[in-house]
């Protein structure tokens, strides 16, 4: 079994700063791409950003240059520092991998359960 647990969100003001962190475990192999994503009420998945195995990153353009996105491969782990917060931020986060587990040949994709964020004006 493979999971992905997500930890960090919550309420801050308008403003601030939230780190995300999601961590996947079970019978792992390999992980590739790690990325972002989120969705407001009554909005559609978005994806907010990628990091890759080799580390180049990707962002959406309404983040881009108020949040950072990182990995530590040997923690399985992908983080999400949010600064510069705005309330249109305000949506649950869900992380997402592509990930080869032991003795598999493909690459499947996982998801987190999800994490609240909100931001009050």
């Known amino acids: 079994q493979v999971q992905l647990v997500e930890s960090g969100g919550g309420l801050v003001q308008a403003g601030g700063s939230l780190r995300l962190s999601c961590a996947a475990s079970?019978?792992?192999?390999?992980?590739?791409?790690m990325n972002w994503y989120r969705q407001a009420p009554g909005k559609q998945r978005e994806l907010v950003a990628t990091?890759?195995?080799?580390?180049?990153?990707n962002y959406s353009d309404s983040v881009k240059g108020r949040f950072t996105i990182s990995r530590d491969n040997a923690k399985n782990t992908v983080y999400l520092q949010m600064n510069s917060l705005k309330p249109e931020d305000t949506a649950i986060y869900y992380c997402?991998?592509?990930?080869?587990?032991?003795?598999?040949?493909?690459?499947?994709?996982?998801w987190g359960q999800g994490t609240q964020v909100t931001v009050s004006s």
């Open positions: 990091v890759t195995s080799g580390g180049e990153t």
């Open positions: 079970g019978s792992i192999s390999s992980i590739n791409a």
């Open positions: 997402n991998a592509a990930i080869r587990r032991v003795g598999g040949t493909y690459y499947y994709n996982y």
